[in-house]
C-alpha cells in the first residue's frame, strides 16, 4: 500500500473521530432559549390581578420533561386560578405528561408542569413549544389616595435561560385619559423606559433581550379607583420608607455638620492647643545669633523637629567649637571624625551624647565604621533634643509627644470608622440606607486629624519669642548679601555654618562665600591640600595638641559673639613629629595645585550630605519617618471599593420622569414591585 493511500486513511479516520466527538458533546449539552415571554395582564375594580403568560420555548440539545415557575410572596396576599395549556390541550392538576401541580411554601408559590421529552425524534433539530400559563394575583396592587399603582417583576433575575423579546400588555380597570397615565420598566432596578401608553385603558411594555440573570420590572400608575384596602406589605414597606426618609435627613444633617463644624471644630483645636502665643517681637532681621542656644535646639524650635540636619549641626558645631576634627578620606568627601583633647564637662547632655555616639568610645571614627551602625542612636539624640528644648522653656511638653497624640488619635479613628460604616451600611440598610453618611464625615473629620497633628506642638511664651529672634537670624543668614558686604563678612563663615545647616541654608551659605577669601575651618581638613608633603606621601596622622589653641577657634568658639571664648586644642598634620603645617584657608586652597575653591566647597557639601545619610541608615526603624509617610501609611489600610450599572431604553415614545413626585408612593427607583423569584427548565 503506498504511503498516499495510508495518508488519505488516517486524514478519513481522524474527520470521523472529530465529528463523532463533536456530535457526542452536542448531545450530552442541553439548552433553551425563550423566544418570546409575553404576557396579557389585567387588574380588577376590587385589586385583583389576572395572568396570562405566553412562552415560546425553543429546546435545544437535550430532552426536557418539565418547567416551573415560582413566585415570592413578599408583596401579594395569594395566588388562585392556575392553569396551564399548550395549543388545544389542557394541563390537568395530577402528575405525568401534561399535568401541572402547584406547591405553596412560606416564602413562595410554585407551579410545575410537564410534558413529554422533547427531542425524541431529532436529537441535534431543536424543538419549540408554546407554553401558556394563567394565574390570578390577589393584594398585589399599591393603594393610595394619589393614585393607585401596579407594579410587578415580570423577568425574574434567579434563571440560567436567556429571554430574547418580552411584551406586557397591561388593561386599566376602567378608563382614563392619557395624561392621568405614568408608566416605565427597570432593568436590574435601573430606569430603561419601553413603556407605551397604547389608549386611555391599555399600556404596553416592550423590553429585551434579557440574558441569563437581569430582572425586568414593569409599573404603571392610574387614578384612584380600586376598591380595596392597602394589603398589609404595603403599609410596612410605606412604614419603612418613612421612618428610613426620616433617617436620611438625619444623616444627611448629620455629615452636613460634620464637613463644616469639624474643620471649626479643628480650628478651634489649634486655637487653643496648638497656636504660639502672641509675641511682641518684630526686628526684620538679627545680625548675630539672640543668645548662646546650640544650633541643633535652634532648629528643633524652629521646626518643632529634632532631626537629622539638628544632629548633623550639633556636629558641625561641636567641631567649631573645638571638640571634634573631621578630615576627607577621599575626592568625594567621606569624613572621619576624632576627638580632641578638650574636656567635654562643659557640653550640655545632648551635645555628650551626640559626641558619644559619633566617636562611640573610640578616639577616631571613619564614615565607614558609622553607616548601618548610627541609626540606632537617632531615637536617643531626638529625644535628648526635645528634652533640652523643655529644659530650656521652649515648649510645655515634648513637640514629638504632642504629635504622636494626636497622630494616634486621628490613625485610630480612621482605621475604626470605615468598618463601621461597613456595618452601619449592612445593618441598617432598611430604616436607615444613609446612615453610613455620618461616619464617611467622621472619617474625613479623622483623616484631618492626622494633618493637623504636625502644627500642634505648642511654644511657650519664651518659646515663641525665641523662635520669633532665631528667624529674624535666619532671614540675616539668608540674605546676608543684602545687609552686608560679603568680603567684610568672612569670619562668619565657619561662625555661623552651624545655624546655616539647622536653617537647612548650608549650600546657599557655602556658595556665598566660594567667591571670596573667607578662611576654611580649622576642623575641616580636605582631600587635596595644597601641601607637597601631603602630595608625597597620603600617611598624615592625628594629634591631640592641646598647647596648640586654633587661631579660628580662639577667636569664634562659644554660640553667641559676646560670650567668653574657650581654647580648645587643634590638631595638628605632620609628617614628622617636630613638623608642623598650618591651617590652610579657601584662598590658598583655590590657588593650590591640587584642588580648586569650588572641589573644596563642593567636597565640604557633599562631607555634609554622606555624614547626614549614612546616620540615617536603615532609619525606617526609627522615628525619623516623614510625617508624609506616616500618612501614606494609615491610608494604605484604608481600602474601599463601590460598583453599579444602569440601562435605559432611548428608542421608546413615551418615558417617565425619574423624579419621586411622579409616583403616588413606593419611591422612584426600581425593585419596589412583586412577582420575580425564579424559573427554569428540566
Known amino acids: 500500500m503506498s504511503i498516499r493511500r495510508w495518508l488519505y486513511i488516517f486524514f478519513l479516520t481522524a474527520v470521523l473521530l472529530y465529528g463523532w466527538s463533536g456530535a457526542a458533546a452536542a448531545q450530552s449539552g442541553k439548552g433553551v432559549v425563550v423566544r418570546e415571554r409575553n404576557a396579557d395582564i389585567t387588574i380588577s375594580q376590587n385589586g385583583d390581578v389576572s395572568f396570562v403568560e405566553t412562552w415560546v420555548v425553543d429546546f435545544q440539545n437535550g430532552s426536557f420533561t418539565f418547567a416551573f415557575r415560582e413566585i415570592p410572596k413578599n408583596k401579594l396576599n395569594d395566588i388562585t386560578g392556575w392553569g396551564v395549556r399548550e395549543g388545544e390541550r389542557v394541563f390537568q392538576d395530577s402528575y405525568g405528561d401534561y399535568t401541572f401541580n402547584v406547591d405553596e411554601s412560606a416564602d413562595a408559590y410554585k407551579i410545575t408542569w410537564r410534558f413529554p421529552a422533547t427531542n425524541q425524534r431529532e436529537k441535534f433539530l431543536s424543538d419549540t413549544h408554546t407554553f401558556e400559563l394563567k394565574y390570578t394575583v390577589r393584594g398585589a396592587t399599591r393603594i393610595y389616595p394619589q393614585g393607585d399603582q401596579f407594579w410587578w417583576k415580570f423577568i425574574e433575575s434567579d434563571r440560567a435561560y436567556p429571554i430574547e423579546s418580552s411584551r406586557v400588555t397591561l388593561h386599566l380597570p376602567q378608563e382614563f385619559s392619557a395624561d392621568q397615565l405614568t408608566a416605565t420598566t427597570y432593568v436590574n432596578a435601573d430606569q430603561a423606559g419601553g413603556a407605551r401608553v397604547r389608549d386611555g385603558k391599555t399600556i404596553e411594555f416592550n423590553g429585551g433581550p434579557f440574558s441569563p440573570k437581569m430582572e425586568w420590572e414593569i409599573r404603571a400608575q392610574f387614578p384612584h379607583v380600586l376598591r380595596a384596602e392597602p394589603a398589609e406589605w404595603q403599609k410596612w414597606d410605606d412604614y419603612v420608607a418613612q421612618v428610613a426618609a426620616q433617617n436620611n435627613f438625619y444623616a444627611m444633617a448629620a455629615l452636613v455638620a460634620l464637613l463644616f ?7 478651634v483645636l489649634w486655637y487653643l492647643l496648638g497656636r504660639d502665643k502672641p509675641t511682641t517681637f518684630r526686628a526684620e532681621f538679627l545680625p548675630q545669633p539672640p543668645d548662646d542656644t546650640p544650633p541643633g535646639v535652634v532648629g528643633t524650635l524652629l521646626d518643632e523637629r529634632a532631626d537629622v540636619q539638628d544632629i548633623v549641626a550639633t556636629m558641625v558645631d561641636l567641631a567649631r567649637r573645638g571638640y571634634l576634627q573631621i578630615r576627607e578620606l577621599d575626592a568625594f568627601g567621606a569624613p572621619e571624625y576624632a576627638r580632641t583633647a578638650q574636656s567635654a564637662a562643659g557640653l550640655a547632655p545632648f551635645e555628650k551624647e551626640t559626641l558619644d555616639a559619633l566617636l562611640r568610645g573610640s578616639a577616631m571614627q571613619t564614615l565607614g565604621d558609622l553607616r548601618g551602625a548610627f541609626y540606632t542612636h537617632l531615637t536617643t539624640l531626638q529625644d535628648a533634643l526635645y528634652r533640652e528644648a523643655v529644659a530650656r522653656g521652649f515648649f510645655p511638653a515634648s513637640p514629638l509627644a504632642t504629635r504622636n497624640l494626636y497622630f494616634r488619635i486621628g ?27 455620618p461616619l464617611c464625615g467622621l472619617e474625613i473629620f479623622f483623616l484631618a486629624l492626622l494633618g493637623l497633628s504636625r502644627v500642634m506642638p505648642q511654644r511657650t511664651a519664651k518659646g515663641a519669642t525665641a523662635a520669633a529672634q532665631w528667624n529674624a537670624f535666619k532671614r540675616y543668614l539668608t540674605q546676608l548679601e543684602k545687609y552686608e558686604n560679603l568680603q567684610n563678612a568672612q569670619t562668619k563663615f565657619a561662625e555661623y555654618l552651624p545655624y546655616a545647616i539647622a536653617f537647612g541654608l548650608e549650600k546657599t551659605w557655602i556658595e556665598k562665600f566660594k567667591q571670596t577669601d573667607a578662611p576654611a575651618p580649622t576642623w575641616y581638613v580636605p582631600y587635596d591640600m595644597p601641601d607637597a608633603q601631603r602630595a608625597a606621601n597620603d600617611d598624615w596622622t592625628w594629634r591631640n595638641v592641646s598647647s596648640v589653641p586654633s587661631a579660628a577657634a580662639a577667636s569664634s568658639s562659644t554660640h553667641a559673639p559676646n560670650a567668653p571664648a574657650p581654647a580648645p586644642a587643634a590638631p595638628l598634620f605632620h609628617d614628622s613629629p617636630t613638623e608642623q603645617t598650618a591651617a590652610p584657608n579657601l584662598d590658598d586652597l583655590a590657588r593650590g595645585s591640587f584642588v580648586s575653591l569650588n572641589h573644596v566647597s563642593g567636597n565640604m557639601f557633599d562631607f555634609l550630605n554622606l555624614s547626614a545619610a549614612a546616620f540615617t541608615d536603615r532609619t525606617s526603624q526609627t522615628r525619623t519617618q516623614s510625617f508624609g509617610e506616616d500618612i501614606r501609611s494609615v491610608l494604605d489600610q484604608l481600602a474601599s471599593s463601590s460598583s453599579g450599572s444602569s440601562s435605559s431604553d432611548s428608542s421608546s415614545s413615551w418615558s417617565s420622569s425619574s423624579d419621586s413626585s411622579s409616583w403616588s408612593g413606593g419611591g422612584s427607583s426600581g425593585g419596589g414591585g412583586g412577582g420575580g423569584g425564579s424559573s427554569g427548565f428540566g
Open 261 to 267: 463644624g469639624g474643620p471649626l471644630l479643628l480650628l
Open 411 to 437: 490613625k485610630w479613628g480612621a482605621l475604626i470608622v470605615p468598618p463601621l460604616a461597613v456595618g452601619a451600611a449592612c445593618l441598617l440598610i432598611v430604616f436607615a440606607p444613609m446612615a453610613f453618611l
